[in-house]
Nanobody, 124 residues
Framework: QVQLVESGGGLVQAGGSLRLSCAAS????????MGWFRQAPGKEREFVAT????????YYADSVKGRFTISRDNAKNTVYLQMNSLKPEDTAVYYC?????????????????WGQGTQVTVSS
């Protein structure tokens, strides 16, 4: 198994930027496709972005496409989510997840491991 720890969340004004990081334990990070999800109070967990094991294919939710960028550094066992042009509706707890089965997973049920989340709050 793998442990995931998110960091980088905080409070920003609309139009600002944040970069989230997800640090994974172990030495087999490259065996996992990685994803980011978010969950606002009273709402279901929502897919944000995923990246393949090699980093070769990226897939984004329509709501963040063009504003967010997912990347990974397998040498550092870390996946990132660069968030630009933030909007108040981006406010949520952001979760990092790892999957060992699928090529480009985009459903929460397809992921095997989850971090504890980091809060992102965007003020207007």
């Amino acid at each position: 198994q793998v442990q995931l720890v998110e960091s980088g969340g905080g409070l920003v004004q609309a139009g600002g930027s944040l970069r989230l990081s997800c640090a994974a334990s172990g030495r087999t990070f490259s065996n996992y496709a990685m994803g980011w999800f978010r969950q606002a109070p009273g709402k279901e967990r929502e897919f944000v972005a995923t990246i393949q094991r090699s980093g070769g294919v990226l897939y984004y939710a329509d709501s963040v496409k063009g504003r967010f960028t997912i990347s990974r550094d397998n040498a550092k066992n870390t996946v990132y989510l660069q968030m630009n042009s933030l909007k108040p509706e981006d406010t949520a707890v952001y979760y990092c997840a790892a999957d060992q089965t699928y090529r480009t997973p985009s459903k929460a049920t397809e992921y095997d491991y989850w971090g504890q989340g980091t809060q992102v709050t965007v003020s207007s």
